[in-house]
């Protein structure tokens, strides 16, 4: 999905929620109450994932991808009470689901690892909290609602995935399948005209009906394996390209959201002044592209 598709729903699912800049102020406010605590709410993170073997199996890389997790880990809760919640806030929250998809591990999990995290917080604060008590209820309250969008994100960025992933798998298999039919429909033409061939080749003055007889077959056989070969290529004909004149920023732009770039690569766009805005005439896939005028 592309980035700014990812973010209007993030907002929406904001407004679901009634979150507020009041909620963004009152998450970053404790910032600082929760560090010093945030080593501890790692250890506990992978100490639990330690005794469930069907969440530890992911965790292929030893004690060097354990240190790398929790530095990630981190990274996560420092940006949790940032206070940030922009459009690269929902991106890195996205991958988050991705990243899961790819190394296998069931969402359950994240559910009740975010659950654990969850309860960490909530009693980081009951216990440490200086102020008045309506104060440390209507943080809890704006913790629980980001901790639920965050949530909501990582999960909708798994199910994406991996029905992407199972669409891409069934469509394998069922190219698997045909690739298994066409090979064994070819096949018996192909040892016919062998036959045939073998006949035409070995044998001392064949009688002339006897070569009519060879060369028809052969002819009748090329004929059905070029339909088996006309059938395959109208099953796979792949959509033509249509021309359409279009935008060129738009369509960069748009080709950028769809395919991100790792955050260090910054990409600048510069286009001559004296481009006409709309280019005339390039191919446009069937996907489409916005940058149609
Ligand atoms: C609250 C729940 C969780 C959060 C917030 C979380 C967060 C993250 C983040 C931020 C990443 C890096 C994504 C990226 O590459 O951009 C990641 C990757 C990963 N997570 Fe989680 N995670 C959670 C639950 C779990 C659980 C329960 C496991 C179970 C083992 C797990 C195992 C992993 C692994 C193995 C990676 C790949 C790390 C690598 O590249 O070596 N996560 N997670």
Redesign the pocket.
């Known amino acids: 999905m592309p980035w700014n598709k990812i973010y209007q729903l993030y907002q929406e699912l904001q407004r679901y929620v009634g979150w507020t800049d009041e909620d963004a102020r009152r998450v970053a406010a404790v910032a600082g109450l929760v560090e010093p605590h945030v080593e501890g709410l790692i250890d506990d ?2 100490e ?2 330690d005794r ?1 073997p069907e ?7 030893g004690a060097e ?1 354990i240190a ?2 929790k530095q ?2 981190h ?3 420092r940006d949790l009470v940032a206070g940030r919640y922009d459009k690269d806030y929902v991106s ?2 996205w ?2 689901g ?3 998809v ?2 296998g ?1 069931s969402q359950v ?6 659950s ?2 969850r309860r960490g917080l909530v009693d980081i604060l009951d216990q440490t909290w200086p102020g008045e008590m309506s104060d440390l209820l209507a943080t809890r309250r704006s913790l629980n609602m980001l901790l639920d969008l ?2 909501a994100i ?1 999960e909708d960025a798994y199910q994406s995935e991996f029905s992407q992933r199972q669409q891409r798998s069934d469509r394998l298999a069922a190219i698997g399948q045909v690739a298994g039919g066409v090979a064994h429909e070819l096949r018996n033409p192909l040892n016919v005209v062998k036959t045939s061939i073998y006949y035409l080749l070995n044998t001392r003055a064949p009688a002339p009906e006897k070569v009519k007889q060879h060369l028809e077959r052969i002819d009748r056989q090329i004929g059905l394996a070029d339909r088996v070969i006309t059938a395959l290529s109208d099953f796979a004909r792949l959509p033509v390209p249509e021309l359409q004149p279009v935008v060129l920023r738009d369509c960069i732009q748009e080709v950028l959201e769809l395919n991100p770039l790792p955050e260090e690569i910054t990409v600048t766009v510069d286009l001559p002044a004296s481009l006409p805005r709309r280019m005339p005439m390039l191919p446009v896939p069937d996907w489409g592209c916005r940058g149609r005028p």
């Open positions: 993170f992978y639990e994932i469930h969440a530890r199996k992911v965790i292929t890389g991808q790398r997790l990630t880990l990274a996560w809760l890195r929250r991958r988050v991705l990243r899961h790819e190394i591990l999990f994240t559910n009740a690892a975010l654990r995290l965050d949530l990582i």
